[in-house]
Protein backbone atom coordinates (compact mmCIF):
# COMPACT_ATOMS: atom_id res chain seq x y z
CA UNK A 1 0.00 0.00 0.00
CA UNK A 2 1.03 3.75 -0.72
CA UNK A 3 1.63 6.29 1.95
CA UNK A 4 0.00 9.41 3.19
CA UNK A 5 2.75 11.85 3.04
CA UNK A 6 1.91 15.23 4.64
CA UNK A 7 4.00 18.24 4.18
CA UNK A 8 2.93 20.61 6.39
CA UNK A 9 2.31 22.47 9.66
CA UNK A 10 2.14 21.12 13.53
CA UNK A 11 0.21 23.97 15.60
CA UNK A 12 -0.57 23.53 19.34
CA UNK A 13 -4.54 24.81 19.23
CA UNK A 14 -5.26 26.79 22.47
CA UNK A 15 -9.23 26.56 22.55
CA UNK A 16 -11.74 28.44 24.26
CA UNK A 17 -15.22 27.23 24.43
CA UNK A 18 -17.79 30.19 25.41
CA UNK A 19 -21.28 30.65 25.00
CA UNK A 20 -20.53 33.29 22.27
CA UNK A 21 -17.54 35.28 20.47
CA UNK A 22 -16.85 38.34 21.81
CA UNK A 23 -17.47 41.49 19.51
CA UNK A 24 -14.62 43.58 19.15
CA UNK A 25 -12.99 45.33 22.15
CA UNK A 26 -15.61 43.27 23.97
CA UNK A 27 -14.25 40.66 27.37
CA UNK A 28 -16.68 37.63 27.72
CA UNK A 29 -16.22 35.52 30.71
CA UNK A 30 -17.10 31.72 31.13
CA UNK A 31 -15.21 30.63 28.65
CA UNK A 32 -13.58 26.80 29.26
CA UNK A 33 -10.05 26.47 27.71
CA UNK A 34 -7.92 23.33 26.52
CA UNK A 35 -4.67 22.89 25.04
CA UNK A 36 -5.43 20.23 22.10
CA UNK A 37 -2.60 19.37 19.29
CA UNK A 38 -3.80 20.99 15.81
CA UNK A 39 -2.09 22.40 12.57
CA UNK A 40 -4.04 21.42 9.35
CA UNK A 41 -0.65 19.20 9.07
CA UNK A 42 -0.90 17.21 11.84
CA UNK A 43 -4.55 16.79 11.57
CA UNK A 44 -4.75 15.42 8.33
CA UNK A 45 -1.82 13.09 9.16
CA UNK A 46 -3.69 11.44 12.12
CA UNK A 47 -6.67 11.40 10.51
CA UNK A 48 -5.43 9.31 7.88
CA UNK A 49 -3.17 7.38 9.90
CA UNK A 50 -6.35 6.68 12.26
CA UNK A 51 -8.01 5.25 9.45
CA UNK A 52 -5.39 2.37 9.34
CA UNK A 53 -2.83 3.58 5.93
CA UNK A 54 1.06 4.42 6.52
CA UNK A 55 1.27 8.28 7.51
CA UNK A 56 4.12 10.02 7.49
CA UNK A 57 4.24 14.18 8.87
CA UNK A 58 6.98 16.10 7.68
CA UNK A 59 7.00 19.44 8.66
CA UNK A 60 8.96 21.72 11.60
CA UNK A 61 8.37 22.71 15.51
CA UNK A 62 9.76 24.83 17.49
CA UNK A 63 12.35 23.85 20.17
CA UNK A 64 9.97 23.81 22.96
CA UNK A 65 7.53 21.99 25.42
CA UNK A 66 4.67 22.36 22.57
CA UNK A 67 7.02 20.85 19.73
CA UNK A 68 7.62 17.75 22.32
CA UNK A 69 4.30 17.39 22.91
CA UNK A 70 3.19 17.42 19.42
CA UNK A 71 5.85 14.99 18.16
CA UNK A 72 4.46 12.56 21.25
CA UNK A 73 1.53 12.74 19.72
CA UNK A 74 2.35 11.50 16.07
CA UNK A 75 3.90 9.13 17.22
CA UNK A 76 1.26 7.67 20.24
CA UNK A 77 -1.68 8.16 16.61
CA UNK A 78 1.29 5.83 14.61
CA UNK A 79 2.73 8.45 12.11
CA UNK A 80 6.33 8.62 11.27
CA UNK A 81 7.27 11.57 12.33
CA UNK A 82 10.74 11.27 12.19
CA UNK A 83 10.67 14.32 8.99
CA UNK A 84 9.43 17.01 11.69
CA UNK A 85 12.27 19.04 12.31
CA UNK A 86 12.94 21.19 15.14
CA UNK A 87 13.90 24.84 14.52
CA UNK A 88 15.73 25.85 17.77
CA UNK A 89 15.39 29.85 16.85
CA UNK A 90 11.56 29.20 16.52
CA UNK A 91 8.75 28.95 18.80
CA UNK A 92 6.12 25.93 17.55
CA UNK A 93 2.92 27.12 15.82
CA UNK A 94 -0.06 27.94 17.86
CA UNK A 95 -3.74 28.65 16.75
CA UNK A 96 -6.17 30.24 19.29
CA UNK A 97 -8.94 29.11 18.27
CA UNK A 98 -12.96 30.44 20.28
CA UNK A 99 -15.35 28.30 19.42
CA UNK A 100 -19.08 29.05 19.77
CA UNK A 101 -22.36 27.58 19.26
CA UNK A 102 -20.50 24.86 17.72
CA UNK A 103 -18.63 27.51 14.86
CA UNK A 104 -15.00 28.50 15.61
CA UNK A 105 -12.76 31.59 14.79
CA UNK A 106 -9.35 30.39 14.23
CA UNK A 107 -5.71 32.92 14.58
CA UNK A 108 -2.40 31.70 13.66
CA UNK A 109 0.62 32.51 15.04
CA UNK A 110 2.54 30.47 12.22
CA UNK A 111 6.13 30.19 14.27
CA UNK A 112 8.23 27.23 13.07
CA UNK A 113 5.73 25.98 10.38
CA UNK A 114 6.98 28.87 7.91
CA UNK A 115 10.89 28.05 8.93
CA UNK A 116 9.92 24.72 6.63
CA UNK A 117 11.96 24.10 3.94
CA UNK A 118 12.64 21.88 1.10
CA UNK A 119 15.86 21.08 1.92
CA UNK A 120 14.72 19.64 5.32
CA UNK A 121 12.91 16.72 3.17
CA UNK A 122 14.54 13.73 3.06
CA UNK A 123 11.83 11.53 2.48
CA UNK A 124 11.73 10.46 -1.11
CA UNK A 125 8.31 10.10 -2.77
CA UNK A 126 7.38 6.35 -3.93
CA UNK A 127 4.71 5.62 -6.78
CA UNK A 128 1.56 5.01 -5.18
CA UNK A 129 1.78 7.33 -2.88
CA UNK A 130 -0.36 10.81 -1.91
CA UNK A 131 1.55 13.69 -1.30
CA UNK A 132 -0.57 16.40 0.23
CA UNK A 133 0.15 19.87 1.43
CA UNK A 134 -1.93 23.11 2.78
CA UNK A 135 -1.60 26.92 2.76
CA UNK A 136 0.27 27.35 6.44
CA UNK A 137 3.88 26.89 4.92
CA UNK A 138 5.90 28.32 3.23
CA UNK A 139 4.79 27.91 -0.69
CA UNK A 140 8.33 27.69 -1.85
CA UNK A 141 8.51 24.19 -0.23
CA UNK A 142 4.94 23.21 -1.24
CA UNK A 143 5.91 23.53 -4.79
CA UNK A 144 9.39 21.93 -4.63
CA UNK A 145 7.88 18.82 -2.73
CA UNK A 146 4.73 18.75 -4.74
CA UNK A 147 6.92 18.51 -7.79
CA UNK A 148 8.89 16.18 -6.70
CA UNK A 149 6.09 14.01 -5.90
CA UNK A 150 4.53 14.07 -9.23
CA UNK A 151 8.51 13.29 -10.50
CA UNK A 152 8.01 10.10 -8.81
CA UNK A 153 4.84 8.96 -10.03
CA UNK A 154 2.77 9.95 -6.41
CA UNK A 155 -0.15 11.48 -6.55
CA UNK A 156 -0.65 15.16 -5.47
CA UNK A 157 -2.98 16.45 -3.21
CA UNK A 158 -3.41 20.35 -2.32
CA UNK A 159 -5.82 21.47 0.80
CA UNK A 160 -6.33 25.39 -0.07
CA UNK A 161 -6.21 26.28 3.12
CA UNK A 162 -6.30 29.03 4.15
CA UNK A 163 -5.65 31.19 0.86
CA UNK A 164 -3.45 32.94 0.16
CA UNK A 165 -2.40 34.12 -2.99
CA UNK A 166 -0.42 31.59 -4.84
CA UNK A 167 1.70 31.19 -7.95
CA UNK A 168 -0.66 29.92 -11.08
CA UNK A 169 2.39 27.33 -11.76
CA UNK A 170 1.46 25.93 -8.37
CA UNK A 171 -1.91 24.32 -9.53
CA UNK A 172 -0.18 22.63 -12.56
CA UNK A 173 1.03 20.31 -9.92
CA UNK A 174 -2.05 19.33 -8.30
CA UNK A 175 -4.21 16.28 -8.58
CA UNK A 176 -6.67 16.80 -6.50
CA UNK A 177 -7.22 20.35 -4.63
CA UNK A 178 -9.99 20.52 -1.56
CA UNK A 179 -11.19 23.74 -0.21
CA UNK A 180 -13.94 25.11 1.31
CA UNK A 181 -16.64 27.47 -0.30
CA UNK A 182 -15.04 30.24 1.57
CA UNK A 183 -11.65 29.42 -0.39
CA UNK A 184 -12.96 28.46 -3.35
CA UNK A 185 -14.58 32.07 -3.64
CA UNK A 186 -11.09 33.66 -2.50
CA UNK A 187 -9.35 31.50 -5.24
CA UNK A 188 -11.93 32.14 -8.26
CA UNK A 189 -13.14 35.34 -7.20
CA UNK A 190 -16.63 34.04 -7.33
CA UNK A 191 -19.44 35.08 -5.82
CA UNK A 192 -20.27 32.09 -3.20
CA UNK A 193 -22.19 31.64 0.12
CA UNK A 194 -24.30 29.38 1.90
CA UNK A 195 -26.91 29.39 -0.28
CA UNK A 196 -25.06 29.28 -3.07
CA UNK A 197 -26.49 26.79 -5.71
CA UNK A 198 -24.44 23.98 -7.23
CA UNK A 199 -24.37 25.37 -10.32
CA UNK A 200 -22.45 28.56 -9.24
CA UNK A 201 -20.14 26.34 -7.08
CA UNK A 202 -19.51 23.87 -10.05
CA UNK A 203 -18.57 26.65 -11.81
CA UNK A 204 -16.05 27.72 -9.63
CA UNK A 205 -14.14 24.53 -9.52
CA UNK A 206 -14.09 24.64 -13.33
CA UNK A 207 -12.07 27.46 -12.63
CA UNK A 208 -9.87 25.92 -10.53
CA UNK A 209 -9.38 22.97 -13.47
CA UNK A 210 -8.75 25.04 -16.49
CA UNK A 211 -5.56 26.30 -13.87
CA UNK A 212 -4.30 22.57 -14.34
CA UNK A 213 -6.12 21.26 -11.21
CA UNK A 214 -6.96 17.42 -12.07
CA UNK A 215 -9.87 17.06 -9.58
CA UNK A 216 -11.38 19.46 -7.82
CA UNK A 217 -13.24 18.60 -4.47
CA UNK A 218 -15.51 21.61 -2.60
CA UNK A 219 -16.58 20.76 1.10
CA UNK A 220 -19.98 22.66 1.75
CA UNK A 221 -19.79 22.04 5.56
CA UNK A 222 -23.56 20.63 6.25
CA UNK A 223 -24.41 20.56 2.50
CA UNK A 224 -21.84 17.61 2.02
CA UNK A 225 -19.06 18.01 -0.81
CA UNK A 226 -19.02 18.61 -4.67
CA UNK A 227 -16.54 17.01 -6.40
CA UNK A 228 -15.71 18.27 -10.41
CA UNK A 229 -13.58 16.21 -12.62
CA UNK A 230 -12.60 15.41 -16.20
CA UNK A 231 -15.32 12.52 -15.83
CA UNK A 232 -18.20 15.05 -14.60
CA UNK A 233 -19.36 16.26 -11.10
CA UNK A 234 -20.25 14.06 -8.09
CA UNK A 235 -22.00 15.12 -5.17
CA UNK A 236 -22.40 13.58 -1.51
CA UNK A 237 -24.86 15.51 0.29
CA UNK A 238 -24.15 16.06 4.16
CA UNK A 239 -24.65 13.70 7.21
CA UNK A 240 -27.03 15.04 10.14
CA UNK A 241 -24.38 15.03 12.69
CA UNK A 242 -24.57 16.47 16.52
CA UNK A 243 -22.03 19.24 15.85
CA UNK A 244 -19.93 20.25 19.27
CA UNK A 245 -17.11 21.66 16.89
CA UNK A 246 -16.40 21.80 13.62
CA UNK A 247 -12.43 22.68 14.08
CA UNK A 248 -10.51 20.36 11.84
CA UNK A 249 -13.48 18.86 9.96
CA UNK A 250 -12.24 19.81 6.71
CA UNK A 251 -8.79 18.36 7.86
CA UNK A 252 -10.68 15.03 8.48
CA UNK A 253 -12.24 15.18 5.22
CA UNK A 254 -8.46 15.63 3.04
CA UNK A 255 -6.85 12.95 5.28
CA UNK A 256 -9.89 10.57 5.23
CA UNK A 257 -9.96 11.03 1.03
CA UNK A 258 -6.10 10.53 1.02
CA UNK A 259 -6.06 7.46 3.41
CA UNK A 260 -9.11 5.96 0.81
CA UNK A 261 -7.07 6.63 -2.41
CA UNK A 262 -3.75 5.54 -1.59
CA UNK A 263 -6.38 2.10 -0.75
CA UNK A 264 -7.35 2.39 -4.43
CA UNK A 265 -10.97 3.89 -3.67
CA UNK A 266 -12.78 5.17 -6.85
CA UNK A 267 -13.29 9.28 -6.57
CA UNK A 268 -17.13 8.32 -5.64
CA UNK A 269 -16.12 5.82 -3.29
CA UNK A 270 -13.34 8.15 -1.34
CA UNK A 271 -15.69 11.28 -1.32
CA UNK A 272 -18.67 9.29 0.34
CA UNK A 273 -16.24 8.05 2.52
CA UNK A 274 -14.35 11.30 3.82
CA UNK A 275 -17.98 12.75 3.96
CA UNK A 276 -18.89 10.72 6.83
CA UNK A 277 -15.26 10.97 8.37
CA UNK A 278 -15.68 13.96 8.66
CA UNK A 279 -19.34 14.27 9.87
CA UNK A 280 -18.18 12.11 12.95
CA UNK A 281 -15.11 14.58 13.62
CA UNK A 282 -18.07 17.39 13.74
CA UNK A 283 -19.36 15.57 17.07
CA UNK A 284 -15.86 15.82 19.28
CA UNK A 285 -13.78 19.17 20.31
CA UNK A 286 -10.84 20.06 19.24
CA UNK A 287 -9.23 18.87 16.06
CA UNK A 288 -6.38 16.40 16.05
CA UNK A 289 -8.44 14.43 18.97
CA UNK A 290 -11.64 14.38 16.85
CA UNK A 291 -10.08 12.06 13.94
CA UNK A 292 -12.51 8.85 13.60
CA UNK A 293 -11.33 5.43 13.92
CA UNK A 294 -12.00 3.00 10.53
CA UNK A 295 -14.57 1.37 12.40
CA UNK A 296 -16.62 5.19 13.42
CA UNK A 297 -16.38 6.12 9.96
CA UNK A 298 -17.78 2.28 8.64
CA UNK A 299 -20.47 2.65 11.19
CA UNK A 300 -21.32 6.48 9.95
CA UNK A 301 -21.83 4.72 6.59
CA UNK A 302 -23.96 2.44 7.17
CA UNK A 303 -26.15 4.76 9.03
CA UNK A 304 -26.20 7.16 6.08
O1 LIG B 1 -8.12 23.29 10.33
C1 LIG B 1 -8.04 23.44 11.71
C2 LIG B 1 -6.65 23.82 12.12
O2 LIG B 1 -6.35 25.08 11.58
C3 LIG B 1 -6.44 23.95 13.59
O3 LIG B 1 -6.04 22.74 14.21
C4 LIG B 1 -5.44 25.07 13.72
O4 LIG B 1 -4.22 24.68 14.24
C5 LIG B 1 -5.30 25.65 12.32
O5 LIG B 1 -4.14 25.26 11.70
Redesign the pocket.
Known amino acids: MGRVVVCG?L?M?VIAESARRPMAGETVLGAAVSFLP???GL?QAIAAARLGVPAVMLGAVGGDLFGTTLRRVLAAAGVDGRGVRTVRAATTGV?L?QVAQGDNA?T?ASGANMAFRAAMVREAPRRGDIWLAQF?TPLATTETVLRRARRAGARTLLNLAPMVDHPARLLKLVDIAVLNEIELAQATKSKLGPKSSRRRVVAACEILRRRGVRTVVATLGARGAVAVSADGVLVVPGLKARVVDT??A??CFVGALAARFVRGATLADALRYANAAAACAVERLG?APAMPSAREVAARLARA
Request: cysteine-free; aromatic content about 0%.
Open positions: SNDGGKNAIIGETGGDA
